[in-house]
């Protein structure tokens, strides 16, 4: 066996000891699953468990904190969403992809709870169609500029 899964044998022990003498709760196991990758990438540069750390990072991260305090669950939505975000700015090849769903899940998770604590009823009736016909018109505009070129 060598230093490395030795390492990873004495964390799951100890974890498992907290658990069984009841210092931590079950909500911990994802969390430490999302750092754990989040471990494995960082000691073994593998590009592939660096997004999936961060979004089980972020799940577990819900789960603790919704253990402790009462967390709207479009927290969770906010949680994805920068946890993909955060993947954009911290990997190194600067692949864009991640904005997609990170912009995306957090967008929707502010939206929903911007409505569900505060009535906003009468200002999103206004706003969404706005936003779209915002959207809509940068779209246009860089479709015309690029065809210039």
């Known amino acids: 066996m060598s230093k490395k899964q030795g390492i990873i044998l004495i964390l799951v022990g100890l974890f498992f000891l907290l658990l ?5 709760s079950r909500d911990y196991i994802v969390l430490f699953v999302g750092l754990g990758l989040l471990l494995g990438n960082i000691v073994n540069h593998r590009e592939y468990t660096f997004v999936p750390g961060l979004v089980v990072t972020a799940v577990g ?10 967390i709207h669950r ?3 939505l906010v949680l994805l969403g920068v946890a993909f975000l955060l993947s954009y700015l911290l990997d190194g090849t600067k692949e864009t992809w991640p904005l997609y769903p990170g912009f995306a899940l957090t967008f929707a998770g502010a939206y ?11 200002y999103t009736k206004l706003v969404a169609p706005i936003v779209l016909i915002v959207v809509g018109i940068i779209v ?3 479709s015309l500029k690029n065809k210039e070129i």
């Open 20 to 24: 069984n003498l009841n210092i931590i």
């Open 61 to 70: 991260l819900y789960n603790v904190l919704n253990s402790y305090y009462y």
């Open 74 to 76: 479009s927290v969770f």
């Open 112 to 122: 929903r709870y911007i409505k569900d604590v505060y009535d906003l009823r009468e």
């Open 140 to 142: 246009v505009i860089r």
